[in-house]
């Protein structure tokens, strides 16, 4: 099993800003993606921003590459999402994402979400 454990939720203004992180443990072998996702209340899961292996960064949307930011520190197996700029419709439960791959199987995993609540 992979746990994977959010962090870096809460209530903020709109305007603001802040930034998640997201750490795997467990049965580690090795991790070819790691994703933030997020859901809204009566809304899909959607895909918000991936890191594949090789490191680099994909947003689901271009128009969120001036407010949304992926990184990676692999030697933690931690991914960050900053996100600035904050509005009433960044609101939502943030989940993470990671396929774990031992051998020639591979798994995804999720963590528990972190709740992201933009509101004056």
């Known amino acids: 099993q992979v746990h994977l454990v959010e962090a870096g939720g809460g209530l903020v203004q709109p305007g603001g800003s802040l930034k998640l992180s997201c750490t795997a443990s467990?049965?580690?072998?090795?991790?070819?993606?790691m994703g933030w996702y997020r859901q809204a209340p009566e809304k899909q899961r959607e895909l918000v921003a991936k890191?594949?292996?090789?490191?680099?960064?994909?947003l689901e949307d271009a128009a969120k590459k001036g407010r949304f930011t992926m990184s990676r520190d692999n030697d933690k197996n931690t991914v960050y999402l900053q996100i600035g700029t904050l509005t009433p419709e960044d609101t939502a439960v943030y989940y993470c994402?990671?396929?774990?791959?031992?051998?020639?199987?591979?798994?995804?995993?999720w963590g528990q979400g972190t709740q992201v609540t933009v509101s004056s």
């Open positions: 890191i594949d292996g090789s490191g680099g960064a994909t």
């Open positions: 994402s990671a396929v774990n791959q031992i051998g020639t199987r591979a798994r995804r995993y």
């Open positions: 467990g049965n580690i072998g090795i991790i070819t993606e």
